[in-house]
């Protein structure tokens, strides 16, 4: 109960009032004190013994009846003393015995500092707020020295009952005002916390979900402006809440109706979710563990590696199930402070892709097999009839029979790229691996294709080798070069220069082709390893030109294990970089 606001307000105004009235009952009773001794002491000074009425008793105490003088001097001024049963004098001689006054029960008196002060000449009227009474001792003087000291003294008991009414009044003033503070910490704190509470109330509410009622705002004051803030946050969430919620019925809506299996794991590998595509694919095989599950498929993958080794990259693998073939893609997701969280993976079912994939290889090799035997005999008989022409040289026959044949040639050249290409795709090709010298290929190509072109580009070769040996298949890497060397010939006007350059160290040889031809739009680059595909297709049957050198060369250099790019700065040339792996001898 006293953890409230509220009853912190009213102990605050109850600790105020205390405060206040300890500090003013202080002061108060302090000053009454000091008043009545100061009272005390100019009453008499002031009042009683006077200049005249000292020397008086003066007078009275030369006399031979001193001391009955100087009670009947006394008897005069006992009104204004103040005499009474609390307040008595007395006359002492210098030995501080009583030779008379108004109490007649006292003898005489001990060394009190103002008597003292009385004998030594002075008037003692100091005054000692722990005594037990309030003194003041008057000197009567005769030869140059104290004969008697009038000595007035007083019990404290006027003033202790005034001190204690004062008390008494104090206490009951506290006692209502911390009534009077209670009541009024009550309802002021009421007027603060009822608009907390119901900021309170409808915090809960908006936990709950309900964000549809306003507050009322009461006051222009901070509690206001506070419930103003609140309204409008409340409209803000409200609104992010419905974004939110549109997004994931959007989500959950492509999940449900998506063709391909998505599933996704937290970053301890438990399965948080999975679509009916998910369910309906996996079976009886489906398990909530990660791991579990793709260990179940074969599949060379962990969910360590995923999150903590390639966690920026999305990982592609293709997996058997029942006679499909999946490709399954793997793609670790974020929470708070770009913290994994864990990883989404889809499934697809490609089976139908790469059976007609693999009918449509299965197709152009057919075909190019096919194509190998009326070409060679096109070819054939349009050598014959060109022999038979020769001594003709006007004739139109002749000019038809070398178009036929370079015609001829140029599908020669497309069945042979063709059936490469059958070769590369072909799950029965494997790489004839061998160590050769990877630089002294790299000059033997780039001297048979200067030659070939008959001096019209100028080619330079620049080899920088740690080591020469490279494992791989010479001939395969021997096509790659010449493709690439070629597509440079063709595509840089004569007089062009050509530079080929090989650097490697133990691990890797970077092979770069470079020339100051027409160059490659920019548009145009990221297609140019596709199939068929030519950016300059007039040009590329001009020359003769295929459109699958490109294609085969990347073939050939990711079957190696290495990397093949292209790169054309505007109007400037073209760079093909090739990246081998380099295994050393032994």
């Known amino acids: 109960m006293f953890k409230s606001i509220q009853w912190k307000i009213i102990a605050i105004f109850l600790l105020l009032t205390v405060s206040v009235m300890i500090v003013v009952g202080t002061f108060l009773l302090q000053n009454i004190t000091a008043y009545y001794y100061n009272e005390f002491s100019n009453s008499l000074r002031e009042q009683v013994f006077t200049p005249d009425v000292t020397k008086e008793l003066a007078d009275a105490a030369s006399s031979d009846d001193a001391v009955d003088r100087m009670l009947e001097l006394m008897k005069v001024y006992s009104i204004r003393m103040g005499i009474d049963s609390f307040r008595n004098y007395y006359i002492l001689d210098d030995s501080l015995k009583v030779l008379g006054g108004s109490d007649n029960s006292v003898k005489s008196f001990g060394s009190a500092p103002n008597l003292l002060l009385a004998l030594g000449g002075s008037t003692g009227e100091e005054t000692d707020k722990s005594a037990d009474i309030m003194d003041y001792a008057i000197p009567v003087m005769h030869g140059g020295k104290t004969e008697y000291i009038i000595y007035i003294t007083d019990t404290k008991v006027e003033v202790n009952e005034i001190i204690g009414n004062m008390f008494i009044n104090i206490f009951w003033a506290l006692l209502f005002g911390m009534l009077i503070s209670a009541i009024m910490g009550f309802f002021l704190s009421r007027t603060i916390i009822?608009?907390?509470?119901?900021?309170?109330?409808?915090?809960?509410?908006?936990?709950?979900?309900?964000?549809?009622?306003?507050?009322?705002?009461?006051?222009?004051?901070?509690?206001?402006?506070?419930?103003?803030?609140?309204?409008?946050?409340?409209?803000?969430?409200?609104?992010?809440?419905?974004?939110?919620?549109?997004?994931?019925?959007?989500?959950?809506?492509?999940?449900?109706?998506?063709?391909?299996?998505?599933?996704?794991?937290?970053?301890?590998?438990?399965?948080?979710?999975?679509?009916?595509?998910?369910?309906?694919?996996?079976?009886?095989?489906?398990?909530?563990?990660?791991?579990?599950?793709?260990?179940?498929?074969?599949?060379?993958?962990?969910?360590?590696?995923?999150?903590?080794?390639?966690?920026?990259?999305?990982?592609?693998?293709?997996?058997?199930l029942n006679g499909k073939n999946l490709r399954a893609f793997f793609a670790p997701f974020t929470a708070e402070r770009s913290l994994t969280a864990g990883v989404v993976v889809v499934l697809q079912d490609v089976t139908k892709s790469l059976q007609l994939d693999n009918a449509r290889r299965e197709f152009v090799a057919n075909v190019s097999h096919e194509l190998r035997t009326p070409i060679t005999t096109i070819k054939s008989y349009a050598e014959t009839i060109a022999e038979m022409e020769q001594d003709n040289a006007e004739s139109p026959v002749l000019h038809f029979i070398k178009v036929?044949?370079?015609?001829?040639?140029?599908?020669?050249?497309?069945?042979?790229?063709?059936?490469?290409?059958?070769?590369?795709?072909?799950?029965?090709?494997?790489?004839?691996?061998?160590?050769?010298?990877?630089?002294?290929?790299?000059?033997?190509?780039?001297?048979?294709?200067?030659?070939?072109?008959?001096?019209?580009?100028?080619?330079?070769?620049?080899?920088?080798?740690?080591?020469?040996?490279?494992?791989?298949?010479?001939?395969?890497?021997?096509?790659?070069?010449?493709?690439?060397?070629?597509?440079?010939?063709?595509?840089?006007?004569?007089?062009?220069?050509?530079?080929?350059?090989?650097?490697?160290?133990?691990?890797?040889?970077?092979?770069?082709?470079r020339d100051n031809g027409i160059g490659i739009p920019a548009e145009d680059l990221p297609r140019v390893f596709e199939r068929f595909y030519r950016v300059d297709k007039a040009r590329s049957r001009q020359s003769g030109g295929t459109g699958l050198g490109l294609a085969i060369a990347r073939d050939i250099v990711l079957r190696h294990g290495g990397s093949i790019s292209i790169d054309s700065p505007h109007r400037n040339g073209t760079i093909v970089t090739v990246t081998l792996p380099l295994y050393n001898k032994g």
């Open 404 to 513: 036929i044949e370079s015609e001829a040639d140029r599908m020669t050249r497309l069945v042979k790229d063709l059936l490469t290409l059958s070769k590369l795709d072909s799950s029965k090709y494997n790489i004839q691996k061998e160590m050769f010298d990877l630089g002294a290929l790299v000059r033997s190509v780039s001297e048979k294709l200067s030659v070939a072109c008959s001096g019209t580009h100028e080619i330079t070769v620049e080899e920088n080798m740690e080591s020469p040996d490279c494992y791989g298949e010479r001939d395969a890497i021997e096509q790659v070069l010449t493709n690439i060397v070629s597509n440079s010939i063709k595509y840089t006007p004569d007089g062009g220069k050509i530079d080929v350059k090989c650097v490697g160290n133990l691990k890797n040889a970077v092979i770069t082709v």
């Open 194 to 320: 009822s608009p907390i509470s119901t900021l309170q109330h409808r915090s809960e509410s908006m936990a709950e979900g309900d964000f549809g009622h306003k507050i009322e705002v009461r006051s222009r004051d901070e509690i206001g402006r506070l419930t103003i803030a609140f309204n409008n946050m409340a409209a803000r969430i409200n609104m992010n809440m419905e974004e939110i919620q549109t997004e994931k019925n959007k989500v959950e809506a492509i999940l449900l109706h998506m063709t391909d299996a998505v599933c996704a794991y937290d970053n301890n590998g438990r399965l948080i979710h999975i679509n009916p595509a998910g369910e309906k694919l996996l079976g009886e095989l489906r398990t909530e563990s990660f791991d579990d599950l793709f260990e179940r498929l074969g599949a060379n993958i962990s969910l360590y590696r995923i999150l903590y080794i390639d966690p920026t990259e999305t990982i592609e693998l293709d997996i058997e």
